[in-house]
C-alpha cells in the first residue's frame, strides 16, 4: 500500500507495508532518519513502520492502494505521473482514493474526474473519494476519527476500507461520490468564517450562528452540483466544516483569523506553512453559484473580507441577524 503526499493520515497499526511518497529530499530524509516531519506535522512522532521514498515508481510498485493527498492544484500532474507509472508496472490495477479537496481551476473538475482523465481506464474505474474531520495532529494522538469513504460500487469501498481501517480510523461508506467531495471542498471555503470569528475575539455563539447560516448555503451550491442532500449534513459536509472550522490546526480558520487582522490576502497566505485551499475555494464556489443562479450571501462575505472590501464584524453581525 502506498500513501502519495508528504502527511500521513493512516497510522501503521496494521500489518501491511505503508510507503509514504514526497518530493521534498529534506522531508523525505527527516521522517526516515528521525521518525519525524516537522515541516508539515511538527511534534508528531511518526511510526516506524512507515516507509518514505522519492521515487514514484517505487512507491507505487505492488501497491494495492494509492491514497492520493497532494494539493488540488499538482493533482494532474501526479496522477499523469502515477499513470504512466502504473501503465509500466504490468500488474494488478490498485484502487486509487483521493483525498485531495479541490476543484481545478477552468474545468471545475472535482478531483477523481482530473484522476480519471490522467489514468489508464483500468485503473480509471477503481477510483473512490475519501473526506471528513480528519485533523492530521489528532490521527497520530490515536483519537478515534471517522470519515466518509465514496465509490459508485459500495463493494469497492467495503474493500478498500477493509485495507485502511483500524481501531481509532473508522469509514462510512457511501456511493455519492460527488457530494463527499464537494463536501470537502466548500468547507474549506465557509471554514474562512470561523477564523474571522477567532481574529474578531467572538465566541461559540457567533460560530453557532454562523454554521446555521454556512450549512445551508454549502448543502444548496453542493447539491446543484450533483451531491445529495444528506451528503452535506454528514460526516463529509456538517463533520468536517466543523473540525476545520474550529480546529486550531486548521490554515483554513488560521487565513479567516488573520483576514479578520485586515491583513492583505497575499501577506496573509505567506504567514501560513502548507497550503490554503480555502481561498481558491471561494473563488470557485462563487463563479459556480453564479452559473447556476445562486444567491449565497455568507459565501459572498466571505469573498468580500479576502478582498479586503468589508468590516468583518459588521458582516458577520448582518448575516446572523
Known sequence: MVLTGGVPGIRAGKSREIVLW???????????????????????????????TTDLEEALRGAAVV??????????????????????????????????????????????EVLASELPPAVAERLLAMSGPSIAHELCRGTPTAVALAAR??????EVRRELQTPVLRFQV??????????????????????????????????????????????????????RRATFFGLAGLGDLVGTGLSEHSRNRRMGEELARRRP?????????GVVEGIGSVRL??????????????????????????????????LIG
Do not use: W
Open 265 to 273: 490576502a497575499d501577506e496573509a497566505l505567506a504567514s501560513i506553512p
Open 174 to 227: 457511501s456511493r455519492d461520490v460527488a457530494g463527499v467531495e464537494l463536501g470537502g471542498v466548500l468547507k474549506n471555503a465557509y471554514a474562512l468564517a470561523f477564523g474571522l470569528c477567532d481574529g474578531l475575539g467572538l465566541g461559540l455563539n457567533t460560530k453557532a450562528a454562523l454554521l446555521a447560516r454556512a450549512l445551508p448555503e454549502l448543502a444548496r451550491l453542493g447539491v446543484a452540483l450533483g451531491g
Open 153 to 158: 460500487d459500495p463493494h469497492r469501498a467495503r
Open 285 to 318: 464556489a462563487r463563479e459556480l453559484a453564479a452559473k447556476h443562479g445562486l444567491r449565497l450571501p455568507l459565501l459572498d462575505g466571505i469573498a468580500a473580507a479576502i478582498e479586503g472590501t468589508v468590516d468583518p464584524l459588521k458582516m458577520i453581525g448582518r
Open 67 to 112: 491514497l492520493v493527498t497532494v494539493p488540488s492544484k499538482v493533482v494532474r500532474e501526479v496522477a499523469h505521473a502515477i499513470g504512466k507509472a502504473l501503465g509500466q508496472d504490468g500488474g494488478a490495477p490498485p484502487s486509487i482514493v483521493s483525498a485531495s479537496k479541490g476543484l481545478e481551476a477552468g474545468s471545475y473538475l472535482r478531483m477523481t
Open 22 to 52: 514526497t518530493i521534498e529530499p529534506d522531508v523525505a530524509r527527516e521522517i526516515r532518519e528521525k521518525r519525524l516531519n516537522t515541516k508539515y506535522l511538527p511534534g508528531a512522532p511518526l511510526p516506524r513502520a512507515l516507509s518514505v
